[in-house]
Nanobody
Framework: QVQLVESGGGLVQSGGSLRLSCRTYISMHSFNAMGWYRQVPGKERELVGTITSGGGANYADSLKGRFTISVDAAKLTWYLQMNSLKPEDTAVYYC?????????????WGRGTQVTVSS
C-alpha cells in the first residue's frame, strides 16, 4: 500500500507564500508521476501540477509562474511552493502519485491539507 502524507497547510494572507510537503515511504523511483491537485467544496478536483520521473513538469495554466513543484528524493518528499497566493487558491490540496502497472496508471492520494487564503 502506497502511503502519501501531506503537511504544511494553513492560513495565509493574500499575497503571501506557503509550502506544502508530501512524504512517501517508498522509493520515488517507483512512481511515474508525482504532484498536487486541489478541490473546493462543490467542485471537481483539479490539477495543480505534476512532475514525472523524467523531470518534466506540467502545471495548470492559471497557476504557472506562481506555483512550483520540487522533489527531494533523499527525503522521499516533494513540495509545492505557492507564491502570491490569492483568496481563490483556498482549497484542500491533495498529494498525488501514480505507478505504471500492467498497461495502466494506478493513482494514489494523500488525505489532503487545507489551505486558506484570507483577503
Amino acid at each position: 500500500q502506497v502511503q502519501l502524507v501531506e503537511s504544511g497547510g494553513g492560513l495565509v494572507q493574500s499575497g503571501g507564500s506557503l509550502r506544502l510537503s508530501c512524504r512517501t515511504y517508498i522509493s520515488m523511483h517507483s512512481f511515474n508521476a508525482m504532484g498536487w491537485y486541489r478541490q473546493v467544496p462543490g467542485k471537481e478536483r483539479e490539477l495543480v501540477g505534476t512532475i514525472t520521473s523524467g523531470g518534466g513538469a506540467n502545471y495548470a495554466d492559471s497557476l504557472k509562474g506562481r506555483f512550483t513543484i520540487s522533489v527531494d528524493a533523499a527525503k522521499l518528499t516533494w513540495y509545492l511552493q505557492m507564491n502570491s497566493l490569492k483568496p481563490e487558491d483556498t482549497a484542500v490540496y491533495y498529494c498525488y502519485a501514480d505507478q505504471y502497472y500492467s498497461g495502466s496508471f494506478l493513482p494514489y492520494w494523500g488525505r489532503g491539507t487545507q489551505v486558506t487564503v484570507s483577503s
